[in-house]
């Protein structure tokens, strides 16, 4: 269990990555609750008593999430502090603690599980990751993956990239994801995605209208071309939804790895910002899972892991990739901003290593 002081300063290390990510009303949010939450209220002594790792669990995001559902059905006080005209820490922090009294009831739910940010433009990262298996493999793809969320992601065959130049999936696309691009670029390669199916231990319907409320709850005000974003994946589900399941992930993905394997079909892991939140024992079991998998993988049944998980000491994300068959360790490919507004690709020779949320 950590300390009052640890999950206080948990606000401040938000406050910087949010800071980092162009997000200031956000951070100035998350600065001001650290240092003027109390313990008058249910929320507030929830908050500083947290039981677990306070940043893992994305704690700070679990309440900003709910104080911005307010804001969103027009609760007076937060106007100021949502649009940013209320600049002053001290007032903000008091403003806020007076909120988590009155609304008690309705916030504390948003503690009880992390947060459904499930950000379509990570598909752009994940997709440089897959163009590397692309260039090994082949076009075709079967995606399996863990901690879908809402299953934007789930959709990466039906949005339209342009990664530095580098130009995959159909151009008629309603959605176009373009982050700015630096660094190389990655490989120019087809990519067909024959199927795409997830599991989430607790996902969102985004036919529902509540849960997509919650999801636009969770995509900070600042993000402007992130909410327009979100309104149009959350069209393109509605209009043709994706296959998404309840369930364990370790449990799920062992399912999958053991059915059969169309021949010339890459089978690829995928996740983003998804690590953190599993147990150890269940990273284990993916891990083993994987490598299990990864032994009876063929030239013509391969098998692929992308990932994009948060560096928290650099405060950017990474892009890995492992294939299957080879030796050849996890490879970092790509840095890239927590909401893939950019993405960095790394040239070879590639760092090899396991992922590490916080090495420091």
């Not at 401040?12 to 009303?25: H, K, R, V």
């Amino acid at each position: 269990m950590a300390s009052e002081a640890e999950n206080r300063k948990s606000f401040a290390i938000q406050a910087d990555y949010c800071a980092a990510m162009d997000a200031p009303i956000t951070a100035r949010i998350c600065t001001a609750l650290g240092q003027g939450i109390t313990r008058a209220s249910e929320t507030g002594r929830r908050v500083l008593d947290w039981p677990g790792e306070p940043v893992g669990d994305a704690l700070v995001l679990r309440l900003v999430g709910g104080l911005h559902a307010l804001h969103r059905r027009g609760v007076p006080e937060l106007r100021r502090v949502f649009t940013g005209d209320e600049a002053d820490i001290g007032r903000i922090g008091a403003t806020l603690d007076a909120l988590l009294c009155a609304y008690d009831l309705p916030l504390m739910p948003w503690l009880y599980g992390p947060p459904q940010t499930n950000e379509a433009a990570r598909s752009a990262g994940l997709m440089a990751g897959i163009l590397h298996l692309a260039q090994r493999y082949g076009p075709r793809f079967e995606v399996l993956e863990i901690g879908s969320s809402g299953g934007l992601n789930l959709m990466l065959g039906r949005y339209r990239f342009d990664l530095g130049g580098v130009a995959v999936g159909p151009g008629d696309s309603p959605l176009t994801l373009r982050p700015e691009w630096r660094g190389a670029p990655p490989p120019a390669a087809d990519v067909e995605i024959l199927s795409a199916s997830g599991v989430d231990i607790a996902p969102l319907d985004l036919t529902d209208d509540r849960d997509a409320d919650r999801l636009q709850a969770y995509c900070w005000v600042d993000a402007l071309e992130r909410q327009a974003r979100l309104e149009t994946c959350i069209g393109m589900l509605r209009a043709n939804p994706v296959a998404l399941e309840r369930g364990d992930a370790a449990a799920w993905l062992e399912a999958r790895l053991a059915e059969p394997q169309p021949a010339g079909v890459t089978r690829v892991l995928t996740h983003s910002v998804v690590w953190q939140y599993l147990s150890e024992a269940g990273q284990q079991r993916i891990a083993d899972a994987m490598l299990k998998a990864g032994a009876r993988a063929t030239a013509e049944r391969p098998l692929g892991w992308v990932m994009m998980e948060p560096n928290r000491d650099q405060h950017r994300h990474e892009v890995r990739v492992r294939a299957w068959p080879g030796d050849t360790p996890m490879e970092l490919v790509a840095h890239t901003h927590a909401h893939g507004a950019w993405v960095e690709g790394l040239a070879p020779p590639y760092e090899t290593r396991p992922y590490v949320m916080r090495a420091y």
